[in-house]
């Protein structure tokens, strides 16, 4: 069964740097989205990108988040300046038609010292 | 506002035994879907209900959805010590378009016991 696949699994990174997480969604679908859960916490909204534009993001989705899809099979989120508050597993999601179930990967886990 | 706020927190049964969860949201809703996810892995989409459905069924999975009371169950039957996992009700709130995001509640932590 295709599935969303998520690199890399795990990533340790500075605070201030920048990280970018990649995702390859299931390859017929059309609209692709980023959550994050903080450990213990809720899976939240970030981001929806749909015919090559962002459709709608959260107050979390400040300027320092971008998306983008460079080349129609993978996407990525771009975090440029990064937090210790944007510790967090970050999962991909894609969905093939309107009002269908989105698919996630198995996430990233985002850890900034 | 705060959706899909499943209740119990958590649930320990032994196999074999049927587990019961529920979900509660405050909107007007397109869909509700029921996802699960294994510590520390991503989630796995398990079935997804319309707001003019009132039960589904997948497997051992019965899924029910009351737009009255703005709730919904999620019944496992027969569970196995596989089934251990932590499952969320996820809304899509009506009027939203089709590409609307998910609203994730807090989440049952399921334990099932050989």
């Known amino acids: 069964e295709p599935e969303v696949t998520q690199t890399p699994s795990h990533q340790v990174t500075q605070m201030g740097q920048e990280v970018i997480l990649r995702c390859v969604p299931i390859s017929n679908h059309l609209y692709f989205y980023w959550y994050r859960q903080i450990l213990g916490q809720k899976v939240e909204f970030l981001v929806s990108f749909y015919n090559n534009e962002i459709s709608e993001k959260s107050e979390i989705f400040d300027d320092q988040f971008s998306v983008e899809r460079p080349d129609g099979s993978n996407f990525t989120l771009k975090i440029r300046s990064t937090k210790l508050e944007d510790s967090a597993m970050y999962f991909c999601?894609?969905?093939?038609?309107?009002?269908?179930?989105?698919?996630f990967g198995d996430g990233t886990r985002l850890s900034i010292l | 506002s705060q959706q899909g706020e499943e209740d119990p927190q958590a649930l320990s049964i032994q196999e074999g035994e049927n587990a019961t969860m529920n979900c509660s949201y405050k909107?007007?809703?397109?869909?509700l879907q029921w996802y699960r996810q294994n510590s520390g892995r991503g989630l796995v989409h398990l079935i997804l209900?319309?707001?003019?459905?009132r039960e589904k069924h997948s497997g051992r999975l019965r899924v029910t959805l009351d737009t009255s009371k703005k709730s919904s169950s999620l019944l496992i039957t027969a569970s196995r010590a596989a089934d251990t996992a932590s499952y969320f009700c996820a809304t899509k709130e009506k009027f939203s378009g089709g590409y609307n995001k998910l609203i994730f509640g807090a989440g049952t932590r399921l334990a099932v016991h050989p």
């Open positions: 909107t007007s809703i397109n869909n």
């Open positions: 999601a894609s969905m093939g038609q309107a009002d269908q179930p989105q698919h």
């Open positions: 209900i319309r707001s003019n459905e």
